[in-house]
């Protein structure tokens, strides 16, 4: 997905002034009276204002902003704006004209801008502004400064709407490049220098031009003024949009050292709006691969999961494992691709394009579905893990639980979702028919949807199960699987061994020396006891008598549902 490099300019090079939109401008630029002011009348003074305007006005109780706090909204045609009006979101035009009202220049910026540019729907309305965010703090009352090493100005809306309001930043590391040399230098002479590029900070306050640079590709470089109803582009990026490439702004091997994240950000772009990478920034890529252990893992995990949100799970997988970044990012998919090689690869890819078809029907599935639709291939291929831990819960692949633990350990990944998705794996024998169970409290368990969820997600990726996934529709039973069918129920004529009840208490009749039965047992123990309950194939009441939940999902239950 890569083309031909072609020439950007470099970032310190001067950008030409953009052409006047119309005549009037060119009379303003040719008359060298840069002050709008000096064309409007004076007014006499007997029609100034003689009252003092009161520096705070109370805020309105609403928790909206009220359109009487903006300005008159220019009118323009859509014939004479570069982005039709009608597309503009309204709550984000809203905030505009109050920042305009209070001596701000603002812009839409970023994403909302190449989608519009693009023919694409945007998903949010980014605004970049001068206001520093304690002066945007100060002008919204519904709103909040969030971020440390970002921060941020969320203006909230009715309904859970936000709109994001950032400063004009500088690049930290272009201002320490350009910092004057003081001839102090850490290193002794002939000493090779290899500094340190990855962004820590990110507060530096700078100019809109400023600001559309240290932006990380040229597509994303785009600004609109709204008052004007045209397009600001300081990086070139409406050229790349038309020749569809996703190009860094300024050195690429310099921007993807400054934040590996950019990796993930490039991939998802490329698959998401159909663009080729260019062949400079493509091998940038490839560099700092390495780097992504340096980055914040729950960013990686965000970014991560923007990618399986986005209906694109397949083609940026497929980009993320020619890029070897699959070992950093999901260490079970790459270690399953080099153990089962093409034809894990191309079930595994199967999975996830079935996932991509599902979220592109517009159906809104939960991060727990999500990972475990794609984990699912890796877990059927490992061996069925019957021991339980000492927690007394079952188990699944190895690799899938050290993975989940991680994610919870160091990426912030929520407990519950882990523990979802765990439960969400191992249910999927019992769908499938590989385990028997008695399907009573199976149906009524709070995951029972959406374990039927990924099982008709991995129908669809396989075709195999098609008629367990409809007898589960239908409300029946689908049959036991051949391979799963245990002795007493392979051979129907032979006497039934009645199984003995465990005492949950008391003293225990079983003879000195047998495994069943103690004064107490403990956690593990009853797990698996009831693992060997369950797992009845010759009991004609399993159908219909509600009992135990499949494979410890009773156990876990609490933990696995929300609330």
């Not at 039927?452 to 996934?469: C, M, N, P, Q, Y």
Request: charged letters at 30%; proline letters at 8%; one cysteine or more.
């Amino acid at each position: 997905m890569t083309r031909d490099f072609t020439e950007t300019p470099p970032a310190g090079e001067p950008t030409p002034e953009p052409a006047p939109d119309n005549a009037r401008e060119a009379d303003a630029f040719e008359s060298e009276s840069m002050d709008p002011l000096e064309v409007l009348p004076v007014p006499e003074l007997e029609e100034a204002i003689l009252h003092p305007i009161p520096a705070y006005v109370a805020p309105p109780p609403e928790d909206t902003v009220p359109d009487t706090d903006f300005l008159p909204e220019p009118e323009m045609s859509p014939e004479s704006a570069e982005i039709d009006p009608d597309k503009l979101d309204p709550d984000a035009l809203k905030v505009i004209h109050r920042l305009h009202s209070h001596g701000h220049q603002v812009y839409l910026v970023g994403g909302c801008v190449r989608d519009l540019l693009l023919g694409r729907t945007p998903k949010d309305f980014d605004i970049a502004t001068s206001a520093h965010p304690g002066e945007v703090r100060a002008i919204f009352r519904n709103c909040r400064l969030i971020g440390r090493r970002f921060r941020l100005a969320h203006i909230y809306f009715k309904g859970g709407k936000i709109i994001e309001v950032s400063t004009f930043r500088a690049n930290p590391t272009e201002l320490e490049a350009n910092a004057p040399d003081t001839g102090e230098e850490e290193g002794g002479e002939g000493e090779e220098q290899n500094p340190d590029l990855l962004i820590t900070h990110d507060n530096v306050f700078g100019t809109a031009e400023q600001d559309a640079r240290r932006r990380d590709f040229t597509i994303n470089g785009l600004f609109y003024d709204v008052s004007e109803g045209r397009v600001i582009d300081y990086v070139r990026g409406r050229r790349d949009l038309d020749e569809r490439y996703i190009r860094t702004i300024g050195d690429p091997e310099v921007r993807m050292r400054e934040d590996p994240v950019r990796i993930l950000r490039a991939v998802r772009f490329a698959s998401k709006l159909g663009l080729d990478i260019e062949s400079r920034t493509y091998a940038a890529m490839e560099g700092a691969v390495e780097d992504l252990t340096r980055c914040a893992p729950a960013r990686l995990l965000e970014e991560t999961f923007r990618l399986i949100r986005g209906g694109v799970a397949a083609p940026s997988l497929r980009l993320l494992a020619a890029l070897d970044a699959l070992k950093i990012l999901l260490s079970p998919v790459a270690a399953h691709f080099r153990e089962h090689g093409r034809r894990g690869e191309r079930t595994f890819y199967a999975y996830a394009e079935a996932l991509d078809r599902r979220v592109a029907s517009g159906e809104t599935l939960d991060d727990a579905i999500l990972l475990a639709a794609l984990l699912v291939p890796i877990a059927q291929a490992a061996p069925v893990v019957e021991s339980l831990d000492p927690a007394g819960r079952p188990s699944v692949a190895q690799a899938i639980e050290d993975l989940l633990a991680e994610f919870v350990q160091t990426a912030r990944l929520p407990r519950r979702i882990a523990e979802r998705c765990r439960l969400l794996l191992i249910a999927q024998r019992t769908l499938s028919g590989e385990r028997r169970r008695k399907t009573g409290a199976f149906r009524r368990h709070p995951l029972f949807a959406d374990a039927l969820t990924v099982f008709e997600i991995s129908v669809e990726a396989t075709g195999r199960h098609r008629d367990a996934l409809e007898a589960w529709k239908r409300g029946d039973v689908p049959p036991q699987r051949a391979g799963g069918e245990s002795p007493a129920a392979a051979e129907p004529d032979a006497p039934r061994k009645r199984r003995r009840r465990r005492r949950r208490g008391g003293s225990s009749r079983t003879k000195p020396g047998s495994s069943e039965g103690t004064a107490a047992a403990p956690a593990g123990e009853a797990s698996s006891s009831l693992e060997d309950t369950s797992d009845d194939g010759d009991d004609e009441s399993d159908a219909d008598e509600p009992d135990e939940s499949p494979e410890g999902m009773s156990e876990a239950g609490s933990d696995g549902h929300e609330g």
